[in-house]
């Protein structure tokens, strides 16, 4: 019969163990997961060494706890959660549930003592027990039967406390922990103990008198007066510590050994899950088929194809499917288009449409009203057959996505489904996924292909009267549409990239690592491989003598958290560290951006998601081009391999100064914030003036930094946390500063309370043009929930106004630039910047004609204010 195997963990210690342990890390929706991945990485470990038979999760079910009958100041002088941590709780929860992992809080009292009864009725049942901790109190469980793992300063390692370990490493036995507490107390628990009696000196009293009580019958006994007179004055406090120490181990436990058994999780629902966080590195350790493929039962559909194209399949409303297999349509193979209009339903193969010159004629005719499924996809990919589709005036995928941005959906199956259209199959269960990706027989893809086009037909009118409804309709055709048009010129005209000089580059940099690890040898006094974690842990923890924080399984942990605290202890860390970066340069940016220049143009053609962010604004993939560094020098001058494509030509930059701030003072109507943008006053130093009360020449550049950060945090939803971490003072004195902030700028303080109300009232909030974030969680239950969404309600308008008030700026400026007849080119969107490319004779008319059209983009109560630079290259132009 098999061995049962029973692993508890402690869900808040491990919960705060990976939150603490990892950066905070957030998701698209900007949620924050930090916690809930390493909670992830800890329980994808714990299921493949322990190989559990049942399992459980415990949870603390409140503040207050039988030992603060006790004492009151039990567990006081803790912090309050971070709400960046409180927020995710309900996400672990949910991940538990996932994984088929039973969870268990009880009232009263804490995990430990849900853990402690649970383990010694599993003991008596013969079973093997694994309790999984950061909390050392729980090693006083320790048995033959039970392990007591304590994880170290990373997540997943584990210090195993059996018998064994704790006699080798305190020389006690397990029961002699609480004894140890009783005298030494515990500071993170609040436990006073003996005041003066420290760890060693409390072994060294328990290796002699055994227990506690034993030694305080004993005090006679012990040498030295000094300590035998602590231990008289505070022989009650010692008692009482050793009490609140001991873990509970007939809590009064409702559950059932066999109920908590472990079967396996459900694939649907972590691939869910971790979709949703973003967790995209830990879809692939779930295995390949990360989803349940379910055949629909498909009604039978109709279809032509014709055997030439003619003017006689066209009509006035058409839907027209271009379909392709591969996400990056500036390279992907169009595998067929659908027709759907009122003469019927038509599967045009590649080869008919593309080398018809009646088709060419018919998607360039801009009198021609076409409904399409991503316009800008459409358009970019006909454009190299030399097709330029016009006329494409609804895009079911943009709709979509301003009904309702949160939901993230690419699948044409999907939207259909939200609108009870199911005679279409969704792309993953038709083509497969992954390496099992192909395109079945003709036939078959005929058959989707115009489903497609008929979904797209039902799916038309139903989502025009829902964004007419929402006020969105304006928004949908005077700014979305137009805007993914430039986008698609953009994407297509590309940006040249000097190959040689990234070449040259990384030619450079490979030198300057050379050089770097060299000196880095030289420090630590011999050579060995800078890029192995275990020989670089030997050299500064054990040669050098450096302070180890984490250890790994393969030794100490080198990682950037880790060299960052030891900065200033030793020269070498300083190399280390600028080593990395260049390394991360090298790799990711000069070797990242050669392989993507296209060979036929020289340039790189990135691709912009229109439909993807909550708040509108847009981002760039295959390359990330508005993620190019500009802190490090050397991450700068990647820029000067950006270059115009003509001779004679500039590029020309210009930027948004403080526009979500300006857009903060428009939408609070903040009179103190509003004067400050019109007197044109560097709103850092005029709030750091503010909050601190001091004149303009008392405040030094530490001022200006801490108001910096609260102004744009106030923008991000900071909370005293976030601030804290940024800053690198006090969650106390942030909380402070934050008051301080809000009792300055009142009008903001009024519009986060306004903000929240009206989408506690509407589900949603909106940005100055009508963009809609639907936030559900604003009237939640749970406090974290609800908070998070409050946080997400006040900046949403503020930043997705931004995003809005740029893309004005591109339709404004694109036509500008028609208007003047000038040969300039809008080449990049970078979040609030855009880059252009201009013949040098035009760079005088630039200068007042960008600035004029983007800060008129949209009337504000504060000027929008904008700032431009050009060169030979996109380095110089900033």
């Given at each position: 019969m098999e061995k049962k195997k029973l692993v508890l963990i402690d869900g808040n210690s491990i919960a705060y163990r990976a939150f603490f342990a990892l950066p905070l890390l957030n998701n698209d929706k900007g949620i924050h997961t930090n916690a809930v991945y390493g909670f992830t990485m800890m329980l994808m470990k714990i299921l493949e060494d322990e190989k559990p038979t049942h399992m459980l999760v415990a949870?603390?079910?409140?503040?207050?706890?039988?030992?603060?009958?006790?004492?009151?100041?039990?567990?006081?002088?803790?912090?309050?959660?971070?709400?960046?941590?409180?927020?995710?709780?309900?996400?672990?929860?949910?991940?538990?549930?996932?994984?088929?992992?039973?969870?268990?809080?009880?009232?009263?009292?804490?995990?430990?003592d849900i853990i402690g009864t649970l383990s010694l009725?599993?003991?008596?049942?013969?079973?093997?027990?694994?309790?999984?901790?950061?909390?050392?109190?729980?090693?006083?469980?320790?048995s033959p039967a039970i392990t007591v793992g304590i994880t170290r300063k990373g997540i997943t390692d584990i210090e195993e406390y059996t018998p064994k370990h704790i006699g080798e490493k305190y020389g006690l036995a397990p029961d002699q922990i609480i004894d140890m507490k009783g005298l030494m107390g515990d500071a993170s628990d609040n436990i006073p103990g003996v005041p003066g009696v420290g760890e060693k000196t409390a072994i060294k009293l328990l290796k002699e008198f055994s227990t506690l009580e034993n030694l305080l019958n004993s005090i006679d006994q012990v040498s030295g007066n000094k300590l035998k007179g602590k231990l008289e004055e505070f022989k009650n406090q010692a008692i009482m510590s050793k009490e609140l120490a001991t873990i509970e181990r007939q809590a009064p436990v409702e559950v059932d050994l066999d109920a908590i058994s472990y079967e396996g999780f459900t694939r649907e629902k972590l691939v869910g899950l971790f979709k949703e966080l973003g967790f995209h590195s830990l879809l692939d350790k779930l295995g390949e088929d990360t989803a349940v493929l379910v055949e629909p039962e498909l009604e039978e559909v109709d279809y032509m194809i014709p055997s030439d194209i003619t003017d006689e399949i066209f009509a006035d409303d058409n839907y027209l499917y271009v379909e392709m297999l591969d996400d990056n349509y500036h390279y992907a193979d169009i595998i067929g288009f659908s027709l759907v209009n009122e003469k019927g339903n038509f599967y045009l193969p590649t080869d008919l449409a593309l080398k018809s010159e009646v088709f060419k004629k018919w998607a360039e005719d801009e009198r021609i009203k076409k409904t399409v499924y991503d316009a800008k996809r459409s358009e970019v990919s006909l454009r190299r057959y030399d097709i330029h589709l016009k006329g494409a005036d609804f895009d079911?995928?943009?709709?979509?996505?301003?009904?309702?941005?949160?939901?993230?959906?690419?699948?044409?199956?999907?939207?259909?489904?939200?609108?009870?259209?199911?005679?279409?199959?969704?792309?993953?269960?038709?083509?497969?996924?992954?390496?099992?990706?192909?395109?079945?027989?003709?036939?078959?893809?005929?058959?989707?292909?115009?489903?497609?086009?008929?979904?797209?037909?039902?799916?038309?009118?139903?989502?025009?009267?829902?964004?007419?409804?929402?006020?969105?309709?304006?928004?949908?055709?005077?700014?979305?549409?137009?805007?993914?048009?430039?986008?698609?010129?953009?994407?297509?005209?590309?940006?040249?990239?000097?190959?040689?000089?990234?070449?040259?580059?990384?030619?450079?940099?490979?030198?300057?690592?050379?050089?770097?690890?060299?000196?880095?040898?030289?420090?630590?006094?011999?050579?060995?491989?800078?890029?192995?974690?275990?020989?670089?842990?030997?050299?500064?923890?054990?040669?050098?003598?450096?302070?180890?924080?984490?250890?790994?399984?393969?030794?100490?942990?080198?990682?950037?958290?880790?060299?960052?605290?030891?900065?200033?202890?030793?020269?070498?860390?300083?190399?280390?560290?600028?080593?990395?970066?260049?390394?991360?340069?090298?790799?990711?940016?000069?070797?990242?951006?050669?392989k993507v220049i296209n060979p036929k143009t020289e340039k790189i053609h990135t691709r912009y998601q229109q439909t993807l962010t909550a708040t509108g604004r847009l981002s760039s993939i295959d390359p990330n081009l508005q993620n190019i560094p500009i802190r490090l020098e050397e991450g700068r001058k990647i820029r000067q391999a950006f270059v115009p494509s003509e001779k004679g030509w500039v590029i020309f930059a210009a930027d948004y100064s403080q526009i979500e701030l300006r857009v903060l003072a428009d939408i609070a109507g903040d009179e103190k914030l509003i004067q400050a943008f019109k007197a044109d006053l560097d709103i850092h130093t005029k709030t750091a003036m503010e909050v601190f009360h001091v004149e303009k020449d008392e405040v030094n550049s530490n001022m200006r930094r801490q108001a910096k950060a609260v102004n744009f945090g106030i923008v991000y939803g900071i909370s005293d946390y976030g601030l804290s971490q940024s800053l690198g003072i006090t969650r106390k004195e942030a909380g402070q500063f934050i008051e301080r902030y809000l009792d300055t700028y009142p009008g903001v303080k009024e519009y986060m309370d306004d903000i929240i109300h009206s989408a506690r009232q509407k589900g949603y909030v909106t940005t100055l043009m009508q963009r809609r974030r639907y936030i559900p969680e604003i009237t939640a239950r749970n406090f974290n929930i609800r908070s998070f969404a409050e946080r997400t309600a006040m900046n949403t308008p503020i930043q997705g106004s931004a995003a809005d008030i740029i893309k004005k700026a591109m339709i404004d400026m694109d036509e500008a630039l028609k208007d003047k007849g000038l040969k300039t080119r809008l080449l990049l969107q970078v979040h609030d910047e855009l880059i252009f490319e201009a013949p040098e004779d035009e760079v005088e008319i630039l200068k007042s004609l960008v600035p004029l059209v983007m800060e008129n983009a949209l009337e504000l109560k504060v000027p929008l204010k904008v700032d431009y630079s050009y060169g030979p290259t996109w380095f110089d132009a900033k």
């Open positions: 949870f603390d079910a409140g503040k207050t706890t039988f030992r603060h009958k006790t004492f009151t100041e039990y567990k006081g002088g803790r912090q309050k959660t971070p709400p960046e941590l409180s927020e995710q709780f309900p996400f672990i929860r949910e991940l538990l549930d996932a994984y088929g992992i039973s969870r268990y809080e009880l009232e009263n009292y804490e995990a430990d009725t599993a003991e008596k049942d013969g079973y093997e027990v694994k309790v999984i901790s950061g909390d050392k109190d729980l090693t006083q469980l320790s079911i995928l943009m709709a979509s996505y301003l009904i309702n941005p949160s939901e993230n959906i690419e699948d044409l199956a999907a939207i259909a489904k939200r609108y009870d259209i199911y005679n279409i199959q969704p792309d993953e269960s038709f083509y497969g996924k992954g390496a099992k990706r192909r395109v079945p027989d003709a036939a078959k893809l005929a058959e989707h292909l115009i489903r497609k086009g008929l979904a797209m037909s039902q799916l038309r009118g139903k989502l025009k009267d829902e964004l007419r409804s929402n006020e969105q309709y304006e928004l949908f055709t005077e700014l979305e549409m137009p805007v993914s048009l430039i986008l698609a010129d953009m994407e297509s005209c590309g940006i040249r990239v000097e190959r040689e000089r990234l070449e040259l580059m990384g030619k450079e940099l490979n030198e300057r690592l050379i050089e770097i690890e060299e000196k880095v040898c030289d420090l630590a006094g011999e050579k060995f491989n800078i890029n192995s974690p275990k020989q670089l842990g030997v050299i500064l923890f054990e040669k050098l003598g450096l302070q180890s924080f984490k250890k790994t399984k393969t030794g100490h942990s080198t990682s950037a958290d880790v060299l960052e605290k030891l900065a200033g202890d030793h020269e070498i860390i300083e190399h280390i560290l600028l080593y990395r970066q260049l390394g991360k340069l090298q790799s990711t940016y000069i070797e990242g951006l050669l």
